[in-house]
């Protein structure tokens, strides 16, 4: 991508170096929009909870990874924390710099920044249209983890002073080690998003029947946004799992097209039992058995899959046949009870 063509994402994303739209970019953010007609009120409050450290005091040479599956509100969550710090009098709007890493086109097909776009960004983002600005940068980095050699950058904006928070759905192990090891003792604070349990529901609707509300969450999962649209729709909308899809494939597949994700996600959910076995997955879906390891490392990796329990959210065994009706059939209540983490 051309420095023109990179300059012209970041200042689509970046509203707020505008004085004009300061205030005002966050009444038409396609994510704060979507929250506000579907929000579920305690997974936005824990969000801000678990990021209020970033939004308390400017911390300069600091790393911050928000960690969490698709659909979860990591994007929405550091909007909030932008929103916060724009709004600051003592705030200069223009250190503040979005980065979305990755990007839809008008079909909902996902593209991501080649690595040496993500660096320029990083590292001169005047270069790719930021203006100008005194002190150190404040750096939102959105779905980091499917650029390779992310680690060693984010590491290089906190040695420089820069202030990085960024987001991710996929978290290598071995990433991470890099990251921890690259920069300063103390630097870096992992914080995690996670999808809502029963018990979490049950305990924000006390007055609700337990029978009614497990019934409910086997069937809309624990997604903040997968629970609003169930109790304002009556069930999960079309975009929402569309969205959740194109993630997962790039996530999973990563541009790939060796096993269709709903095949994949229906073939993981039928043989679930104790464990997830690799052979019997490999039969089903014609590959090798190392091929399956990778794309269930993988799952795993995007925090929708635990080897030895299951899918992580109930909606991920519906997904399928929410999205190829035609080829998959919807799964017993009692099988997801049984095989959701």
Not at 178 to 187: F, N, R
Not at 256 to 263: A, G, H, S, T
Request: with cysteine; glycine share 6%.
């Amino acid at each position: 991508m051309r420095n023109s063509e990179l300059a012209q994402v970041l200042r689509a994303a970046n509203p707020w170096w505008s004085r004009r739209r300061r205030a005002s970019w966050v009444l038409d953010d396609a994510d704060l929009a979507s929250r506000a007609r579907h929000e579920w009120a305690p997974a936005t409050t824990e969000a801000r909870s678990t990021l209020a450290t970033v939004t308390d005091r400017p911390r300069p040479g600091t790393v911050t990874l928000v960690v969490g599956m698709r659909g979860v509100g990591k994007t929405t969550a550091v909007k909030d924390v932008v929103a916060h710090l724009v709004a600051d009098p003592a705030t200069d709007p223009r250190r503040v710099v979005l980065v979305p890493v990755q990007l839809a086109d008008d079909a909902g097909a996902i593209s991501t920044l080649r690595p040496t776009d993500l660096a320029t960004a990083l590292r001169t983002p005047t270069r790719t249209g930021a203006p100008a600005c005194d002190g150190h940068r404040v750096l939102v980095v959105d779905e980091v983890g499917t650029v390779a050699g992310w680690p060693q950058m984010l590491a290089d904006a906190c040695r420089r002073g820069d202030q990085v928070l960024a987001t991710t759905s996929v978290l290598d192990p071995a990433d991470l080690a890099v990251l921890a090891s690259a920069v300063p003792a103390g630097a870096l604070a992992v914080r995690h998003l996670q999808p809502a349990s029963m018990s979490e529901l049950l305990l924000a609707q006390p007055a609700g029947r337990s029978g009614d509300v497990r019934a409910d969450y086997l069937r809309h999962g624990g997604l903040p946004r997968a629970i609003a649209e169930h109790r304002d729709l009556g069930d999960v909308g079309d975009e929402l799992v569309e969205r959740l899809a194109a993630g997962l494939h790039v996530d999973v597949c990563r541009g790939e097209d060796r096993c269709p994700l709903d095949v994949l996600l229906s073939a993981v959910c039928a043989t679930t039992d104790r464990f997830v076995e690799p052979e019997h997955l490999a039969h089903l879906l014609s590959l090798t058995t190392p091929e399956v390891g990778l794309l269930l490392s993988r799952l795993e990796q995007a925090h929708v899959l635990d080897p030895r329990r299951g899918l992580v959210d109930p909606l991920l065994h519906r997904l399928p046949s929410l999205l190829a009706p035609e080829r998959h059939t919807e799964p017993s209540t009692q099988h997801i009870a049984t095989f959701s983490h």
